[in-house]
């Protein structure tokens, strides 16, 4: 029964990455993240306020049965329930180990330290209660604390050198990889690379069967220039004859 639960999540959770990695990305090419950056929670609160596309289908919750193993014969409870099912972004442990890992990796976002500042109540200034009622109390104003936090910035992208036009890419060279295990994503590179080959060569004989096209039109044409020349002397001859002639 658990095989068959885990066999719905897991097409589910890869469509909540597809329709996420669209919904995080229009939140990262904000000015407020480019200047100062977000925090994984703040990045989460943000994407709730997007609607989910029509067509995402709804995270289907496990039934609340504890999980056996075969061999020790232990059983171990399921994870609580995310708080956000039928959204892309249905947990903050969703956002930060299967979404926020492909930009990652992708080089759009990296992770670094900041500092925010945090408001609290300075408790070294307080006075002290007072015994006597009917005597207001003073209470110290909150005074904002300085504190570390990790917060993702725009990643800084290598350099790729181009080969041919980016027309003659094929449409699939610009997709995200990184949701593939090892072995596919290295046969996805094997086929670019392939067919990149491919379009380079098909352009290297198109270059020069433009050349040998311009070069045989070259030739026709002073083939055509010396057949006129040949002419005009011919004429010149026969213009001369007539003059002696006369």
Excluded: C
Aim: hydrophobic share 30%.
């Amino acid at each position: 029964m658990a095989a068959a639960t885990w066999a719905r999540v897991l097409p589910q959770s890869r469509a909540a990455v597809a329709h996420s990695i669209p919904i995080i990305r229009k939140i990262i090419t904000t000015d407020h993240f480019r200047t100062s950056g977000l925090t994984t929670a703040e990045i989460f609160s943000l994407a709730l306020k997007e609607p989910a596309p029509i067509n995402f289908e709804k995270y289907e919750v496990p039934a609340e049965t504890d999980i056996r193993y075969i061999k020790s014969g232990r059983t171990k409870s399921p994870p609580p329930s995310p708080p956000h099912p039928a959204h892309p972004v249905r947990s903050i442990q969703f956002l930060k180990k299967q979404i926020l890992p492909v930009l990652q990796g992708s080089r759009e976002i990296r992770m670094t330290t900041g500092k925010r500042l945090l408001t609290v109540t300075d408790t070294k200034t307080a006075p002290a209660p007072t015994k006597y009622k009917g005597k207001d109390r003073e209470t110290s104003a909150p005074s904002p604390v300085s504190h570390t936090v990790h917060l993702w910035m725009p990643g800084q992208k290598q350099g790729v050198k181009k080969i041919v036009s980016d027309s003659s890419i094929p449409a699939f060279a610009s997709e995200n990889w990184d949701h593939l295990n090892k072995r596919r994503r290295h046969a996805r590179d094997e086929k670019f690379k392939h067919d990149v080959a491919l379009i380079v060569r098909a352009r290297k004989d198109e270059n020069q069967e433009k050349k040998r096209l311009a070069w045989q039109e070259r030739v026709q044409r002073l083939e055509r220039r010396k057949g006129k020349n040949q002419q005009r002397y011919q004429r010149w001859q026969q213009q001369k004859a007539a003059e002696g002639q006369t």
